[in-house]
């Protein structure tokens, strides 16, 4: 009896272990078709393009290619989970600043909003910021409408983000001083007067 009760205890710690996992938001960005020409014809196979995120600031994309299509989603999304990045956000919600990132022909523009904006993006852009958590945001695609160049440069430029944290540290400030707010600037002018 205290066999199988140590025994079910293991089980049981082995399934929280499984669900302490980080649960991912996946999204399928695209599928497209490939040939491979052999010497009987041709050879059809699928290729996946997959965002992974979990809605906290992490991210990844991947692909992948196989001869049916199940196979290769799972590729991608095994690729997408071992390439997550960090992107530090404001309130949780936006980018601290605004960017722009370039890969091959791709070149986009991503810029902050303010609370209630929603996400204005298109197409790969959209799945990489709802994967992202990323809430309100403005971005733009003025290159290619290729899904991977358009999600290779707008990984470039989250990988460029700096929070004003990382900003004040390299500069040996202090965030406030970073940021410039106001209420610190206001009584200084006040005093020259």
Request: no cysteine; hydrophobic share 35%.
């Amino acid at each position: 009896m205290a066999q199988e009760r140590r025994r079910d205890n293991r089980r049981n710690n082995r399934r929280d272990h499984d669900r302490e996992e980080p649960e991912f938001v996946e999204k399928l960005v695209g599928i497209n078709r490939v040939a491979k020409v052999v010497k009987g014809g041709r050879r059809f196979g699928f290729a996946a393009l997959v965002i992974v995120g979990d809605q906290k600031g992490r991210v990844g994309h991947g692909s992948g290619k196989a001869r049916e299509v199940p196979e290769a989603i799972r590729k991608a999304t095994e690729a997408a989970k071992r390439n997550m990045l960090r992107v530090p956000l404001r309130e949780g919600r936006t980018l601290h600043h605004d960017m722009e990132g370039h890969f091959g022909a791709g070149h986009v523009i991503l810029r902050s909003a303010p609370a209630g904006t929603g996400i204005i993006a298109g197409g790969p852009m959209r799945a990489i910021f709802e994967s992202l958590g990323i809430s309100d945001i403005v971005a733009k695609s003025v290159g290619t409408s290729n899904r991977y160049n358009m999600v290779k440069a707008t990984f470039r430029a989250l990988g460029r983000t700096q929070s004003p944290r990382e900003v004040a540290a390299r500069r040996g400030k202090k965030v406030g001083e970073i940021i410039g707010r106001r209420d610190t600037d206001a009584p200084a002018e006040a005093k020259e007067q």
